[in-house]
């Protein structure tokens, strides 16, 4: 199993970026697919999900990020929009079959990390 976390970067705040997760060794279409960030000094959190019964957003970043997907790619995106000082972590990757939990997620990509500068 493979999840590659890409599109980390520098940007000013206000400003976008997008990220992909690109998976291997799994049935992608059956799992919910996630995203995690882990700022710095502080543990990991949860940020947005996406499976067949909709998408799942953190208050933090809601109206402000859009989670999508494309099964035929097996692949993940993320987009950020409006991005603040404090969205700055490494973000994650990850693919669950059951739950939304953070502990019932099986697979974890090796993250990327995203710096919003002022």
């Known amino acids: 199993v493979q999840l590659q976390a890409s599109g980390g970067g520098l940007v000013q705040a206000g400003g976008s970026l997008r990220l992909t997760c690109a998976a291997s060794g799994f049935i992608f279409s059956s799992y919910t697919m996630g995203w995690f960030r882990q700022a710095p000094g502080k543990e990991r959190e949860f940020a947005a999900a996406i499976n067949w019964s909709g998408t799942y957003y953190a208050d933090s970043v809601k109206g402000r990020f859009t989670i999508s997907r494309d099964n035929a790619k097996n692949t993940v995106y993320l987009q950020m929009n409006s991005l603040k000082l404090e969205d700055t972590a490494v973000y994650y990757c990850?693919?669950?079959?059951?739950?939304?939990?953070?502990?019932?997620?099986?697979?974890w990509g090796q993250g990327t990390l995203v710096t919003v500068s002022s």
């Open positions: 990850a693919a669950t079959r059951y739950g939304l939990r953070t502990k019932d997620y099986d697979y």
